[in-house]
């Protein structure tokens, strides 16, 4: 069974970093792209960065362009989010997510139905 684990939330203030870590376990997910997602309260579930399998491509929301980076552990199958430059609009609960299975699984994506395997979620607070 696929299982993925956020950590590395809290509150900081604006303008402060956070690094975030996702671990799978298991050897399930090797060669699937994974990628993170945001819900802000009262908002859908928004699309935050992606990165391929080998980690040699990546995109990104506009929205966080610049500020944060993705990367990510093959040895431990596992992502990471560090996100700098942090304003208030990026309060939101954090989901590390790995593209489902299939011919395109290596490649980063960007729909939220491109995703098969979800974690629980990290809170992440930013005040102003």
């Known amino acids: 069974q696929v299982q993925l684990a956020e950590s590395g939330g809290g509150l900081v203030q604006a303008g402060g970093s956070l690094r975030l870590s996702c671990a799978a376990s298991g050897r399930w997910l090797i060669g699937h792209a994974m990628g993170w997602f945001r819900q802000a309260p009262e908002k859908g579930r928004e699309f935050v960065a992606s990165i391929s399998w080998t980690g040699g491509d990546t995109i990104y929301a506009d929205s966080v362009k610049g500020r944060f980076t993705i990367s990510r552990d093959n040895a431990k199958i596992g992502t990471y989010l560090q996100m700098d430059s942090l304003k208030p609009e990026d309060t939101a609960i954090y989901y590390c997510?790995?593209?489902?299975?299939?011919?395109?699984?290596?490649?980063?994506?960007?729909?939220?139905?491109?995703?098969?395997?979800w974690g629980q979620g990290t809170q992440v607070t930013i005040s102003s």
């Open positions: 997510a790995a593209v489902r299975g299939g011919d395109s699984k290596y490649l980063p994506a960007s729909r939220i139905d491109e995703y098969e395997y």
